[in-house]
Each structure stands twice: as C-alpha cells, then as structure tokens.
C-alpha cells in the first residue's frame, strides 16, 4: 500500500494528498503517517509547495470527516438497530454510548484528530451523538492542522532518512491504538454491566 501512495502522489500532487487524507476521514485506512510526509518530502525536492501540502492535507481531513459526520448522523442508528445490526449492540448500549459523547464530545474530537487509528474513526461517534456541526467542523480543523504540519515537516527536514524512522513511529501508533481500544473495551465493559444492574433494580424492588 505504501508504494501505491507514494507512486499516486508522485503523480497527482496536492489533488492526491487532499484525496487520500479525504479518504482516511472517513474511515478508510490510509495511514496519514506516509500521506503527509510524502507532500513534506516532494516539497524539499521542490515538486509541490510545504504549505500548499499542509493546507491539502487539512481540507482533506476536514471534508472527510465532514462526510463521515453527516452518514453517521443520517444513518448511524437505524444500521446499529435496525435488522442485522452489531451483536451486543441494543438501544440501551447506544444510549449509553451517545451520552458518553454528548458529555465528553468536544474534547473527544480535540483529541481525536491527533491520536492515530482513532483520527480515522472519530466523525462517526460524533456524528451519532449530534455533536454541533460547527463546533466539531472548527476543531477538526484545529486537530488536523497540527498533525498534518506536523507529518509535513517529518518528510520536509527528514528527507529520505524519514524511511527510517518511519517504522518505529508506526509501532509507536499501533501501540497508541492498541491503549485506546483497551480504554475503549473497558468503558464499555463497565457501561454494559452498570447498565444491567440498573435494569435488575426495579426488578429487586417488585420482588
């Protein structure tokens, strides 16, 4: 995959930098971690533009997760509730689910956009939980920006030794990922449970 976007961005530019982070926000997994400094390395070879790159990267990501925005907020809970819908998953989960978000959700955006795996995933819960569309479209942009210059700078200053220490930064982010979904699984854990003991009670006190 990696060549493959290396070998579209060589070719198309900015229009393949703003296309690829697009895609990457809205679930698809494109690692953003080659993306951007990619652009930051054919800018130091003077084929594009380093500001240029990052402004590609962060309309990308904003547009993307825009998009995501709108499907979960659209169609999210009738796919989760509707036939066929995720084992585990019932109107009490999602409840629990989307007021998590509601209480937490701006800061979840914030922090959403600079964390790896999750940047890619965090319109959808968003979305879902009605989060104000212009709160979470001006702090996508806000965390995008930073990650994308961030990445776009690695490729600029790092050039072709980028390759090196690109290895390690992904094992760093799948490490990050992997603490996040535990965190993730274990909320839920709790929810789940607490949200069972609360169904029980009125049963106790009829008893």
Same mark, same amino acid.
């Given at each position: 995959m990696t060549h493959t976007l290396v070998s579209l961005i060589e070719s198309y530019g900015l229009l393949a930098v703003f296309v690829l982070m697009l895609a990457e926000s809205c679930g698809v997994p494109f690692p953003s971690e080659v993306i951007m400094p990619v652009g930051g390395l054919l800018a130091l070879a003077g084929h594009l533009n380093l500001v240029a790159v990052i402004l590609a990267g962060t309309a990308g990501n904003v547009a993307g997760s825009l998009i995501a925005y709108g499907l979960a907020a659209r169609f999210g809970t009738p796919l989760? %509730? #509707?036939?066929?819908?995720?084992?585990?998953? &019932? !109107?009490?989960?999602?409840?629990?689910?989307?007021g998590w978000f509601r209480r937490r959700g701006l800061w979840a955006v914030l922090v959403g956009r600079v964390l790896p795996v999750v940047r890619t995933y965090v319109s959808f819960p968003a979305g879902?939980?009605?989060?104000?569309?212009?709160?979470?479209?001006?702090?996508?942009?806000?965390?995008?920006?930073?990650?994308?210059?961030?990445?776009?700078?690695?490729?600029?200053? %790092? #050039?072709?030794?980028?390759?090196?220490?690109? &290895? !390690?930064i992904e094992r760093a982010a799948e490490a990050l990922a992997a603490v996040v979904a535990l965190t993730v699984v274990v909320w839920y854990v709790r929810g789940r449970i607490r949200g069972e003991l609360l169904d029980e009670a009125p049963s106790r006190r009829q008893g």
């Open positions: 989760l %509730l #509707g036939p066929g819908r995720w084992i585990g998953i &019932s !109107p009490r989960h999602l409840r629990l689910a989307q879902l939980a009605g989060v104000p569309l212009a709160a979470f479209s001006g702090l996508t942009a806000l965390g995008a920006l930073p990650w994308c210059t961030l990445l776009a700078l690695a490729g600029f200053v %790092l #050039g072709s030794e980028y390759g090196r220490v690109a &290895s !390690p």
